[in-house]
């Protein structure tokens, strides 16, 4: 047990405050000490500053100039924005952001070397100001195809559609990077649930477009690479999204794996996911060149 463990079984952390709601946490964050004794930490949704109790929040809310995160806002639409905020440029933000996450993230994550990273912020408009609604984090230099190391959404927006709305954003990247990517491992269950529904609806998308732009024939050809490339997504998952819609037949004649792809189900599954009237990402919203 390290010091973070210590800290942890004794944080009696139970909700926060966060503009006027009052969430509860369901994992401990390595505060420090003396805001880890408070059963309700109060943090400012526009820098995430956390502070032990009421009358400092009431104070620091007076004060406190910021109205938006950090960095550069790169995707507006609507009252939708995300912007882009460097670890080495504001780690006081993004340490606040990472215990914040940490209060919904059960396995380890980094809190205080925040530099390698770079955090993503979305955030809906009103004539208050940019509130927070979600984030992830992404490596800046890595060997690996990680594209997002962290994904949170703030309980009071979840099952919206908006950590759906991150995940296409982070594949958007990728591809504009020239890229494929997939989130870091291991997935927490929620995690998990929302990929698999993003590489099975994104899948749907791609076989759509590509049965409404195929000859008459009623054959197209596909290859799990043709679709990793048109995605962003690497092959692994691809071949999840794919199996999601049973749409990956062994011939047992030869052995050999076939894409097949019922067309029906693929148009029923993009329906219902429409219907819900989720927010979409609109690419060319996105005002941003890759770093290297
Ligand atoms: N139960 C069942 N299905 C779910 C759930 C759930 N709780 N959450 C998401 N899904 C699936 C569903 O198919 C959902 O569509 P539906 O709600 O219309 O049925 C679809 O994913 C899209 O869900 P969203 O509303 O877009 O997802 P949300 O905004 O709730 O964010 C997230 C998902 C980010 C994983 C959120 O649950 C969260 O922040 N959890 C805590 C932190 C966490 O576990 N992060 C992932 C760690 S792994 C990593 O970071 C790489
Ligand atoms: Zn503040």
């Known amino acids: 047990a390290d010091d973070h463990g210590r800290l942890q079984s004794i944080s009696k952390i139970r909700a926060i405050r966060f503009s006027n709601y009052e969430i509860e946490t369901w994992y401990t964050a390595p ?21 032990s109790s009421e009358y400092v ?12 995160p950090p960095g550069d806002e790169i995707y507006r639409s609507g009252d939708v924005s995300i ?81 759906n709305f991150l995940i296409s954003f982070s594949y958007l990247l990728t591809r504009t990077e020239g890229k494929v990517g997939t989130p870091e491992k291991p997935l927490s269950d929620l995690g998990l649930l929302s ?24 054959t197209n050809t596909i290859s799990i690479a043709k679709l990793s490339e048109r995605t962003g997504m690497t092959s692994d998952d691809v071949v999840c999204g794919l199996e999601a819609l049973n749409a990956i037949v062994r011939d047992p004649r030869t052995g050999r794996y076939a894409i097949r792809v019922d067309r029906a189900l ?22 941003w060149t890759p770093l290297v």
Not at 116 to 132: A, N, S, V
Not at 202 to 218: R, V
Not at 271 to 279: H, L, Q, S, T
């Open 266 to 287: 693929v148009e029923l599954a993009i329906a219902k996911w429409e219907a819900k009237g989720y927010i979409r990402l609109e690419p060319d919203k996105l005002i």
């Open 57 to 68: 929040n009431w104070r620091h809310q007076l004060k406190c100039p910021a109205r938006h």
């Open 195 to 218: 990929y698999r529904n993003y590489w099975k609806q994104t899948m749907c998308y791609q076989l759509h477009e590509i049965f409404e732009s195929g000859s008459d024939s009623g």
């Open 83 to 163: 912007f882009e905020v460097d670890g080495r440029k504001n780690p006081m933000y993004c340490q606040n952001l990472c215990l914040l996450a940490k209060l919904f993230l059960g396995s380890k994550t980094l809190y205080y070397d925040v530099e390698p990273f770079l955090f993503y912020i979305m955030t809906e408009t009103d004539d208050r100001g940019c509130h927070f609604v979600g984030y992830f984090s992404k490596e800046k230099l890595t060997t690996s195809n990680y594209n997002v190391s962290c994904i949170l959404t703030l309980p009071i927006y979840q099952r919206k559609g908006y950590g």
């Open 31 to 51: 505060y420090p000490e003396e805001y880890n004794r408070r059963s309700l930490l109060f943090i400012c949704e526009y820098c995430l500053k956390y502070m």
